[in-house]
């Protein structure tokens, strides 16, 4: 079982090998910790790069080059519901990856994240419904319930070796979990206008994909195919079409064939190795750019002050904090889990604050919740303020943080 040490054994009699271990294959959200904080820097820089063009001599370019037609869509609606399926797929990939032979893989590994994850959800929504009681606004309650992991990794990543390694695999658990509620949130909560015929044909293919899967077929291409299919009938389902890219991922094979254990070289392993660079520093950051432009001209701090931007300025800036910080302290009191090693409560409760960047998938919900560009506005506005709050003051806390001293 994982986690207990090996059994005590007698030396080895001279001249006889150790017996080889298979090594256990990295995942891409361990193995990229490193290109993954990178990538948050490029995210970062992309959100800047959004607002200072949208407030500035190109406002009209950007606008007119984001609403262009391109086909059946426009130029946003590709970003968001084509490239991000690429997205939903890598993060489908992790969150099967570490539940089946990563951090998540058994049931103490799933407490703490589990526990801080939850009530990082629960709360900030919370936060906004109080915001937004009674009015038509409350279906935007998922805003600020998600934790973009790039992001905050990015501002783990300028402050050095001050933050152990440890709690930085603890927030990239939490923003698997969180995804993963995120994934279930869209589907059930943001979908509309079902069709039967769509979501038929659409399960049929899922049904051959797993089918692929079942008969032991590696062939990443196959998958592929079925996926592109897959997408353009979610697409046309009503359910949205990131969700194809969830689907997906749940498919690929973990294992070389069937019976055989995991192994590096197994489809999941490549496909996911192989779609993180282009994922991290090419498709979030277009996203960002995309989605993270407001034009500030004409607002004043009242605006800050509005239903929607209040409840997920302070769903993601309070509610993330508290949610996940008191249950994280619930779940040590109550013996289910412990403290990540190395880490004193001062720096777990700064992590917990960083949890309230909620940049990308905040973003993205956002644009499921509402699409008037008033709403829209209020969404970006909100999601700034939260995201850049929480980065602030929660890279202050861990400056400041003793580190935990071990026991004598």
């Not at 820089?45 to 407030?55: F, G, T």
């Not at 309070?318 to 009191?333: D, E, P």
Request: hydrophobic content about 55%; glycine content about 12%; overall charge positive.
């Amino acid at each position: 079982m994982r986690g207990k040490p090996p059994p005590m054994t007698s030396p080895q009699p001279s001249g006889r090998a150790l017996p080889k271990r298979r090594p256990r294959p990295l995942s891409a959200i361990r193995t990229m910790l490193a290109s993954e904080a990178a990538g948050g820097l490029i995210l970062m820089a992309a959100a800047a790069l959004a607002l200072v063009v949208a407030n500035g001599s190109f406002a009209g370019t950007y606008a007119h080059a984001l609403h262009a037609e391109l086909g059946p869509m426009s130029v946003q609606h590709w970003i968001n519901d084509g490239l991000m399926a690429g997205f939903f797929l890598l993060v489908g990939l992790e969150i099967k990856r570490e539940a089946l032979d990563g951090r998540l893989r058994t049931w103490p590994d799933r407490v703490l994240p589990g526990f801080a994850a939850l009530g990082g959800m629960a709360v900030p929504a919370g936060f906004y419904a109080l915001a937004n009681l009674g009015a038509p606004t409350l279906r935007g309650w998922a805003i600020p319930a998600a934790t973009d992991i790039a992001f905050a990794l990015g501002v783990l990543a300028l402050l050095g070796s001050r933050v152990p390694v440890s709690l930085k695999i603890f927030l990239s658990a939490v923003a698997i979990v969180d995804d993963l509620g995120a994934v279930v949130v869209i589907a059930l909560f943001y979908s509309s206008g079902l069709d039967a015929t769509m979501l038929g044909l659409a399960a049929l293919v899922l049904a051959g994909l797993y089918g692929l899967n079942r008969a032991g077929v590696a062939w990443l291409p196959a998958y592929g195919l079925l996926g592109l299919v897959l997408w353009v009938l979610v697409l046309r389902s009503g359910i949205h079409a990131t969700i194809a890219g969830v689907l997906l991922a749940l498919t690929i094979p973990i294992r070389v064939s069937p019976g055989k254990p995991e192994h590096a070289h197994s489809p999941l392993h490549r496909l996911e190795h192989a779609l993180a660079p282009w994922i991290t520093y090419g498709v979030v950051p277009i996203f960002g750019f995309a989605n993270a432009g407001v034009d500030l001209a004409g607002l004043t701090p009242d605006a800050l002050l509005q239903p929607v931007t209040l409840g997920i300025a302070a769903g993601l800036f309070l509610g993330k904090q508290t949610g996940v910080f008191a249950s994280l302290r619930l779940a040590v009191a109550l013996g289910l889990a412990t403290r990540p090693a190395g880490a004193g409560w001062g720096q777990v409760y700064g992590v917990a604050v960083l949890c309230g960047i909620g940049f990308t998938m905040s973003l993205f919900i956002g644009g499921l919740a509402f699409a008037d560009p008033q709403h829209e506005t209020a969404v970006k506005l909100g999601v700034l303020a939260g995201s850049a709050l929480s980065g602030l003051v929660g890279a202050a806390i861990l400056l400041l943080a003793k580190p935990r001293i071990p026991a004598a």
